[in-house]
Nanobody
Framework: QSPLVESGGDLVEPGGSLRLSCAAS???????IGWSRQAPGKEREGISC????????WYADSVRGRFTISRDDGKNIVYLQMNNVKPEDTGTYSC?????????????WGQGTQVIVSS
């Protein structure tokens, strides 16, 4: 599928919260949606995914307990709620759709939205 469009990135202080959105021109409810991030000079890291059928979720250890992925099929948007953010959460966050959770290396990731965690 064509890349999705991410929004909501911003400068946020450590310990703060941010909500990212992922939207598309096609119906997202058919697909698993994943979020990944890439920090400058580092490889892309898959951080979360939500399935299309059961709505099951997966989180990387680095964000589990702080980030929450959800989908609003009525609005055709998938969200990533980021709480208690840390400086190491800084990076460009992208989403992708696939029939199973997208691979960090081969997923069709969007251009992303930038998150900077700094005081």
């Amino acid at each position: 599928q064509s890349p999705l469009v991410e929004s909501g990135g911003d400068l946020v202080e450590p310990g703060g919260s941010l909500r990212l959105s992922c939207a598309a021109s096609f119906r997202l409810y058919h697909y698993a949606i994943g979020w990944s991030r890439q920090a400058p000079g580092k490889e892309r890291e898959g951080i979360s995914c939500i399935t299309s059928t059961s709505g099951g979720t997966w989180y990387a250890d680095s964000v589990r307990g702080r980030f929450t992925i959800s989908r609003d099929d009525g609005k055709n948007i998938v969200y990533l709620q980021m709480n208690n953010v840390k400086p190491e959460d800084t990076g460009t966050y992208s989403c992708a759709a696939d029939y199973s959770c997208p691979s960090a290396k081969s997923g069709n990731w969007g251009q992303g939205t930038q998150v900077i965690v700094s005081s």
